[in-house]
């Protein structure tokens, strides 16, 4: 029997390397497998070797084959991975990328069995050290995927990740572990002391690598397919390792919000119901327990039912751990103070405006100093309380009616001019606006966004708990500030003014106010205590002035421009801080007060963006507007009203927004250096923002006008946007037109503004036209003649349809193949609803009074006549204007004569008589049987009529002998017979 | 018949033919042979049922096999699944992901609603055949399905519901 087997695996193994169709091959190497590993696997060590020759195989095929046999022999015998090891790696690097992604998948079983196989194995020696070690590498080339250009790719090197975060990590008893899953390898089966597993090492890995993952989802270029993949993913791991529930749903709260913006309509709605089913399946999972709310409130947005909701909720009883709400109120009670404090201060300095920008700063670093200080020390967050829940937390008791208000209304600046698809997709009204747990959804929607966006309470506590756990307790004992949330903005802010400040007696009555608008908690005192230390340091050697080196007018200059710089960058922390506005006052202060290089620099910043920073420039204006009044005259009560200063921002202004660069232009160059994936991503978001710019925009315009060389799709496909609802606008017809003439001759390039171009320019572009591909043709006559446009939008075209199909016609053949324009007239005809009877009258009509008469036109005539029988009285009349015309000088038309009267008879019997004697010999000569009709015809005649027809002609009729062929005569026989009948 | 390896299941509970009434359609549980329905419903009234064409179908089912399979009985792995109601690919994605998972292969589900009733399925099924050879025409599917899939929709105007699962 064993015998049998290895002599049929032989046989097998020989056919499948001798050429031969791949599939066939395939088959063969797939019955070996077979053989060895479900019939007789005592076999795989005499065959493993000749089996793995193949995986250097021309065909993907074979060699993935093989790889499913690695991966079928590794399952039966993990022993083997240490003699396969070197196939696999030569595998991974294989040029093809199915072999490739096949391999990952295999790889992702194969790593698993690894672990478990050496967790088990006593004896390590040096071969299974450097099969680890190679193993090793290939998981870091895989997890590299998770950057490759292959959507394919990238897809499985997520699951190789779930894996990974799977294996290296450990069950806990809540965790739900799929049958086929149970007796896979997890962190609980590794013995401490392993030679070469070391638990801790890899404990740490499962968790960078679910890291990794979490990150990778929410990241912002994913493509819809990855997206699913890796939602999969760590819905998967939630699942079967409970401790990343948290995590998890935060990241599909996060997710939720933040779709990746390259996503079409149709993924979005894909994607969401993937995260709805992921949501549903966790709902269900016992330690979502406590994220319940959460969890229902984001299944309830997109679009669950009650019923589906109370459906996948756990049957556990309520084991109530609300640790989270409480430690929640704890902090929401000191929150909301800390923020009207802040307020307040602004409010009031700002009536003062002169000073407000060092005033502002200062307090605002003490703020930041007493939200640390009053948070981190005091309240020790649970370990599974994460930097959303904080946020969420922090921010709770912050939306109030009047700030939820003014978030609305700053960001309705920012608003998007088009509602983008994903929100119109999902938007649903608000249904119990204001109530407590609308508030604490809205907390966590904006505590997700911030905490994606790398701000907040909660992030910046968790990046100071990770980076210096330690430092923490030292820097609030020196009284230090330490950088959070607030202070990241201000920091940036502090340099610029600090001087000034120290020069000023201002700092005294500024935190003067400051203690007096604030309760006296315990952060206030310490912010307190802070200030004079610092101070005191400073007082001791008091000297200021012998201290401090008077500063070189160029370093001054180059700090304080420096700081300029800081301030504008410094947009989004401000903006995030919610001291926008500060900053705001602080710039237009500055750039009034201080001399022309701050001026252009603040002008280059907000025309960079003027869109954006239009704001700026109008607070710039009203600054100077009122300085030129004089109501800030403290500096000098004497002063007159002077507007020259007013006057020369506001012409400046002005003349900058005139001349402002033009974006799109800079898109074009843009799109000429990137590589072709990048090129379809534009020309795919192209659409909205050219359609609403539409074709009157100057910008556009100007764009098409200055076409860089290789953005010719790009501007294509921005006419073609812009012609595809409206008919094109008489300056883009210009633009393009002339585009074309001077710089790109792809007759393309017309297509879309063709209906924009007059009836002799198209006439003069149509050879090149129908030359283009049959589509693009079947595009060009659509246009032309106004088909699949609607009603509102279809217009006039330039040219008739019966025009467009005379011009068809009168194409020279040197111009363009007959072929080709033959084709041409071919889709025209087959128009029938626009090219009617009626119409091709007259297109032939006007045809035949051309001389020469095109070459086509006979054919367009037998074709009228067999889409229309009923013109065929129509078509003598023409035919008759032939035999006028001498149409037999001409040897096409004369030839589609002929077979007319062919098609015909009898109708054109008639017509034959009036032929000149030669002329219908060669007719008889060409198409015989129109004599024995023409006889027939002539028999059927009265003899009145019969004597009308000129005796040469008859002659010609009945003189069968002389110039026609043999084989014709036989057929002619009968015609005696018929004369004698008749007589 | 166009070079596809095709199988067709059903997802439901039962077989439902259209009968006499909407309210009265014709149910069958899923191992009842095309042959008995065939003959079933000639009895009932064969002038109704050929002519709404559910016999022909019947017919043809009959010659192509023994009777209806239900998706979530069927352990065949495939590379695209092709639903033609969004129900059904509900039904269809929330089967995959309870399933065993072993071989971590990917698995395309998409879904292009198609109208029950004999024209609308002919003309869904002109159009499925015409994106399954686009898609057996790539070389790496998986790479390019995201474009097939944009540009198919952009020119049936059609939306596209697509997911991936893994066996």
Not at chain 1, 191 to 220: A, P, Y
Not at chain 1, 253 to 269: C, H, K
């Given at each position: 029997?064993?015998?049998?087997?290895?002599?049929?695996?032989?046989?097998?193994?020989?056919?499948?390397?001798?050429?031969?169709?791949?599939?066939?091959?395939?088959?063969?190497?797939?019955?070996?497998?077979?053989?060895?590993?479900?019939?007789?696997?005592?076999?795989?060590?005499?065959?493993?070797?000749?089996?793995?020759?193949?995986?250097?195989?021309?065909?993907?095929?074979?060699?993935?084959?093989?790889?499913?046999?690695?991966?079928?022999?590794?399952?039966?015998?993990?022993?083997?991975?240490?003699?396969?090891?070197?196939?696999?790696?030569?595998?991974?690097?294989?040029?093809?990328?199915?072999?490739?992604?096949?391999?990952?998948?295999?790889?992702?079983?194969?790593?698993?069995?690894?672990?478990?196989?050496?967790?088990?194995?006593?004896?390590?020696?040096?071969?299974?050290?450097?099969?680890?070690?190679?193993?090793?590498?290939?998981?870091?080339?895989?997890?590299?995927?998770?950057?490759?250009?292959?959507?394919?790719?990238?897809?499985?090197?997520?699951?190789?990740?779930?894996?990974?975060?799977?294996?290296?990590?450990?069950?806990?008893?809540?965790?739900?572990?799929?049958?086929?899953?149970?007796?896979?390898?997890?962190?609980?089966?590794?013995?401490?002391?392993?030679?070469?597993?070391?638990?801790?090492?890899?404990?740490?890995?499962?968790?960078?690598?679910?890291?990794?993952?979490?990150?990778?989802?929410?990241?912002?270029?994913?493509?819809?397919?990855?997206?699913?993949?890796?939602?999969?993913?760590?819905?998967?791991?939630?699942?079967?390792?409970?401790?990343?529930?948290?995590?998890?749903?935060?990241?599909?709260?996060?997710?939720?919000?933040?779709?990746?913006?390259?996503?079409?309509?149709?993924?979005?709605?894909?994607?969401?119901?993937?995260?709805?089913?992921?949501?549903?399946?966790?709902?269900?999972?016992?330690?979502?327990?406590?994220?319940?709310?959460?969890?229902?409130?984001?299944?309830?947005?997109?679009?669950?039912?009650?019923?589906?909701?109370?459906?996948?909720?756990?049957?556990?009883?309520?084991?109530?751990?609300?640790?989270?709400?409480?430690?929640?109120?704890?902090?929401?009670?000191?929150?909301?103070?800390?923020?009207?404090?802040?307020?307040?201060?602004?409010?009031?300095?700002?009536?003062?405006?002169?000073?407000?920008?060092?005033g502002i700063s200062t307090s605002g670093t003490h703020g930041s100093t007493m939200s640390s200080t009053s948070t981190s020390p005091s309240s020790p967050y649970p370990q599974h309380q994460t930097a959303i829940d904080i946020t969420a937390a922090?921010?709770?008791?912050?939306?109030?009616?009047?700030?939820?208000?003014?978030?609305?209304?700053?960001?309705?600046?920012?608003?998007?001019?088009?509602?983008?698809?994903?929100?119109?997709?999902?938007?649903?009204?608000?249904?119990?606006?204001?109530?407590?747990?609308?508030?604490?959804?809205?907390?966590?929607?904006?505590?997700?966004?911030?905490?994606?966006?790398?701000?907040?309470?909660?992030?910046?506590?968790?990046?100071?708990?990770?980076?210096?756990?330690?430092?923490?307790?030292?820097?609030?004992?020196?009284?230090?500030?330490?950088?959070?949330?607030?202070?990241?903005?201000?920091?940036?802010?502090?340099?610029?003014?600090?001087?000034?400040?120290?020069?000023?007696?201002?700092?005294?009555?500024?935190?003067?106010?400051?203690?007096?608008?604030?309760?006296?908690?315990?952060?206030?005192?310490?912010?307190?205590?802070?200030?004079?230390?610092?101070?005191?340091?400073?007082?001791?050697?008091?000297?200021?002035a012998d201290a401090i080196k008077p500063i070189e007018y160029d370093e001054m200059q180059r700090m304080s421009t420096d700081s300029f710089y800081r301030i504008l960058h410094a947009e989004d922390v401000c903006e995030t801080a919610g001291v926008g506005h500060v900053r705001k006052k602080t710039m237009t202060s500055l750039v009034c007060l201080s001399e022309r290089s701050f001026r252009d620099i603040y002008e280059d910043y907000i025309f960079a963006d003027v869109r954006k920073r239009h704001d700026l420039a109008f607070a710039w204006l009203y600054q100077e507007f009122v300085y030129a009044n004089g109501y800030l005259s403290i500096l000098d009560p004497n002063k007159r009203k002077d507007f020259t200063k007013y006057d020369d921002t506001l012409c400046r202004l002005l003349e900058y927004l005139q001349e402002k660069p033009d974006q799109r232009d800079g898109l074009a160059t843009i799109y000429t250096a990137v590589n072709g994936d990048i090129k379809r991503v534009i020309l795919r978001v192209l659409e909205n923002p050219v359609r609403d710019m539409g074709m009157g925009s100057a910008e556009i315009l100007k764009l098409v006008e200055n076409c860089p060389k290789g953005a010719e799709t790009l501007i294509t496909r921005i006419i073609h946007i812009l012609t595809e609802k409206a008919p094109p606008s008489r300056e883009l017809v210009e633009k393009v037109r002339d585009l074309y003439h001077k710089r790109v001759s792809d007759v393309r390039f017309l297509i879309p503004v063709l209906t924009g171009l007059d009836k002799r320019e198209i006439i003069s572009v149509l050879p090149k036209l129908i030359k283009l591909s049959p589509p693009v043709v079947k595009e060009v006559f659509n246009r032309l003649l106004g088909l699949n446009s609607s009603p509102e939008t279809s217009h006039a075209s330039p040219i008739l349809s019966s025009e467009l199909l005379i011009a068809l016609h009168q194409i020279p053949s040197e111009e363009c193949e007959l072929k080709t324009t033959m084709n041409a007239t071919t889709l025209c005809l087959n128009e029938r609803s626009i090219y009617t009877h009626d119409v091709l009258a007259i297109v032939i009509q006007q045809l035949v009074d051309i001389s020469p008469i095109p070459v086509l036109f006979m054919r367009t005539v037998l074709q009228a006549l067999s889409f229309y029988p009923k013109m065929v009285g129509f078509v003598m009349n023409i035919l008759q204007r032939l035999i006028t015309k001498q149409a037999w000088k001409q040897a096409r038309i004369w030839e589609g004569f002929i077979k007319c009267c062919q098609k015909t008879r009898p109708h054109s019997f008639p017509l034959l008589l009036q032929l000149p004697p030669p002329q219908l010999k060669h007719v008889f000569q060409t198409a015989p049987e129109l004599r024995e009709g023409l006889m027939r015809h002539l028999h059927s005649m009265s003899i009145g009529q019969r004597s009308l027809i000129p005796s040469s002609i008859l002659t010609v009729i009945e003189d069968n002998s002389e110039n026609v062929a043999p084989e014709i005569r036989i057929q002619t026989v009968p015609i005696p017979s018929l004369t004698s009948h008749e007589q | 018949k166009r070079g596809l390896l095709v199988r067709s299941y059903g997802s439901g509970q039962q077989v439902k033919l259209p009968g006499p009434s909407l309210e009265k359609p014709n149910v069958y549980t899923f191992d009842t042979p095309y042959e008995f329905m065939y003959k079933d419903l000639y009895n009932k009234d064969a002038s109704l049922y050929t002519q709404n064409g559910v016999l022909h179908m019947l017919d043809r089912n009959r010659r192509i096999k023994e009777k209806p399979e239900r998706f979530q009985d069927s352990r065949e792995r495939f590379d695209v699944i092709f639903t033609v109601e969004e129900r059904i690919f509900d039904q269809v994605m929330e089967d995959l992901e309870n399933r065993d998972k072993r071989t971590n292969e990917i698995v395309h589900v998409i879904n292009i609603d198609v109208i029950d009733n004999p024209e609308d399925a002919t003309l869904g099924a002109f159009m499925l055949c015409e994106l399954g050879q686009k898609m057996e025409a790539t070389n790496d599917l998986d790479n390019a399905i995201d474009e097939i899939l944009t540009e198919f929709e952009s020119k049936t105007k059609r939306t596209i519901l697509h997911a991936v699962s893994f066996y």
């Open positions: 029997m064993s015998e049998n087997i290895q002599e049929t695996i032989v046989e097998l193994i020989n056919q499948a390397s001798l050429y031969g169709k791949d599939s066939v091959r395939v088959q063969h190497l797939r019955h070996v497998q077979e053989l060895i590993l479900r019939k007789d696997p005592s076999l795989l060590d005499n065959f493993l070797e000749e089996v793995l020759g193949f995986q250097t195989d021309k065909s993907p095929e074979v060699r993935k084959t093989i790889i499913s046999f690695i991966e079928e022999a590794c399952q039966h015998d993990p022993e083997v991975i240490v003699k396969v090891i070197d196939s696999l790696r030569l595998l991974l690097y294989d040029d093809n990328v199915l072999v490739q992604k096949r391999l990952i998948v295999s790889m992702i079983t194969i790593y698993r069995l690894t672990l478990k196989w050496l967790s088990k194995s006593r004896l390590v020696d040096e071969n299974v050290r450097s099969m680890w070690e190679s193993m090793v590498n290939m998981k870091i080339h895989i997890i590299a995927m998770l950057d490759s250009d292959n959507d394919g790719l990238r897809t499985v090197a997520i699951k190789f990740i779930e894996m990974l975060a799977l294996v290296l990590s450990r069950r806990t008893s809540d965790s739900i572990i799929p049958t086929s899953n149970e007796q896979d390898f997890s962190l609980n089966l590794l013995q401490d002391d392993h030679r070469i597993l070391r638990r801790n090492k890899l404990e740490q890995e499962g968790k960078d690598v679910m890291e990794k993952l979490l990150e990778f989802t929410l990241s912002q270029h994913l493509s819809s397919v990855n997206l699913i993949a890796a939602m999969g993913a760590i819905a998967n791991i939630a699942r079967q390792r409970p401790d990343y529930m948290s995590r998890v749903v935060q990241t599909f709260e996060a997710l939720q919000v933040n779709l990746p913006p390259t996503l079409v309509d149709s993924q979005v709605s894909s994607v969401r119901k993937i995260i709805k089913l992921k949501l549903l399946s966790l709902l269900k999972h016992p330690a979502s327990f406590d994220f319940q709310p959460q969890i229902t409130t984001l299944l309830t947005d997109l679009g669950a039912t009650q019923a589906e909701v109370l459906k996948h909720l756990p049957k556990v009883p309520a084991e109530s751990k609300r640790k989270i709400t409480l430690s929640n109120s704890e902090i929401n009670t000191k929150k909301p103070k800390m923020t009207i404090d802040d307020t307040s201060i602004f409010d009031k300095d700002d009536s003062n405006s002169s000073i407000s920008g060092k922090d921010l709770v008791g912050k939306l109030s009616i009047g700030n939820v208000v003014d978030l609305v209304l700053v960001s309705m600046f920012l608003l998007p001019e088009k509602m983008p698809a994903s929100f119109q997709a999902t938007y649903t009204p608000i249904a119990a606006a204001g109530t407590p747990a609308q508030i604490e959804h809205l907390a966590r929607l904006l505590g997700a966004q911030l905490t994606a966006a790398g701000y907040g309470k909660g992030y910046e506590l968790m990046k100071s708990q990770q980076q210096a756990k330690p430092k923490i307790d030292d820097d609030i004992d020196e009284g230090k500030p330490i950088a959070s949330i607030a202070g990241i903005g201000r920091d940036d802010l502090f340099p610029s003014s600090s001087a000034d400040v120290e020069g000023k007696p201002m700092l005294p009555s500024t935190s003067g106010n400051e203690l007096s608008d604030m309760p006296s908690t315990s952060a206030g005192i310490t912010t307190m205590s802070t200030i004079p230390s610092v101070q005191q340091k400073k007082m001791k050697p008091f000297k200021l | -």
